[in-house]
């Protein structure tokens, strides 16, 4: 579980006035990959290895609207790892207020360089090693 | 049932050599619009009116890959429509080949110029008989 | 020249009510992208053959604002294209009015595999005079 | 003179593996955004005495890539202020090595409620005052 912050900039609000709901996607990426990074097994890290983990599943639910220079608060979780399989669920807050603003979810598999699903834990150990033990909750990663 | 249609551009791609996840869901909104411009109730107009219909929930299965350039086709249903609850789903589909790129949802509430949620059957009439009538389908628009 | 047409979608809006103005940018890309495909060597093509050509510079002029909904047509000419060089100006007109939203310009060179710059009169002489022959204007193109 | 930070997040990145051009205008956007903030007149205080402040020019100069999970430093200078126009350079700056990826400029007048220019000097004195005494440098600030 890890707490990420973002500010919302002018560029990610619509005419509503609210911050556009596609950006929540994008920051739900932000804070996924700020997860990984700080596990030592970033995307940057995966790619260079030949490994892609394309994004399977995404959902959001709206609670309350961001604005414009508000800080959010994302907390990220893993949900599943299994090497095959990556879903994390996601919280957005108010960060001065702690009111929630969305929730959401995503799923992820692991692709090697010629497109083709791959289990991490046979093909690339060591990664999936330091993915178990930097998320070692035995509740929330279930290797199946 | 409408089919939209899309070219992927460039900035939508990332450095995967694929549609951004992301995009889809503003391709969603693109749909969305489409669909409720020719039906003679625009967002334009609902803003005018002094509504705003926010998204409450969007998801999205990704299935296959998109690519710059190639062009999507979006097909878009309505699935609930109580004057309370707009409900779509969507069906992004490669537009050469027909193959199935990802599948999605969203709900929507409509709000007034105060932010409270309203029954536009109540309290914009003429834009329910408007949309009821443009999307007829009595297994998928519900009238509770 | 050519007239490449684009409608304003929601997300492409911002809290003032108007488009954000970086997304003329990406409009200069979209009308970019539909000349060079219209003459044949599309960016999809020239990076096949392991082309790619990142943008040097960019610039835009904003006169009026455009809204959602709002269909756009942006007139795209090659200001210079000497095989190492490809220049470009744009203009953004409302459809229906005509009214001037912008004017741009874009400077491009040409990389190969390795991230070199080439002089595609040199390296890929074929595409250099697809280019060529598909913008004859003596005026505008200049072979330095 | 203030320096903003951001580091590249993948949905920035596009096919070419690096950060999408249109990108750096939306970071020139969050780099003044921040400089304004921090001297007391943000773009959410302006818009709430009904000053809107779009952008009237923007360019941007290519040096080098940035690439997905670099942190770029940006460097925003005011390089007029009247009250009718303010004109920022950036300069943004890889991190680690210091090396240039991108020069850019921006030109901003203010509008009123009914979306006419104004001067603050004479219009919102007070904000005029707080930004001068934020950018006090007489060279870079010309009260013409």
Known sequence: MQVYEHRVQYYETDQ?????HSNYIRWFEEARTA???QAGVGYGEMESLGI???VV???AKYVSM????????ITTEIVQ??????????????????EL???GKSRHCFLNRAGHPISLKKEQPLIYT???SAFPDPHRIQDN
Chains 1, 2, 3, 4 share one sequence.
């Open 16 to 20: 509503m006035g609210i911050v556009h």
């Open 35 to 37: 997860l990984l990074r």
């Open 52 to 54: 892609i983990s394309p």
């Open 57 to 59: 599943e995404v959902s």
């Open 66 to 73: 961001a604005h414009f220079e508000d800080i959010v608060q």
């Open 81 to 98: 790892f299994n090497g095959i399989v990556l879903a994390l669920a996601y919280k957005v807050q108010d960060k001065k207020t702690g």
């Open 101 to 103: 603003r969305c929730t």
């Open 130 to 132: 330091m993915l178990t």
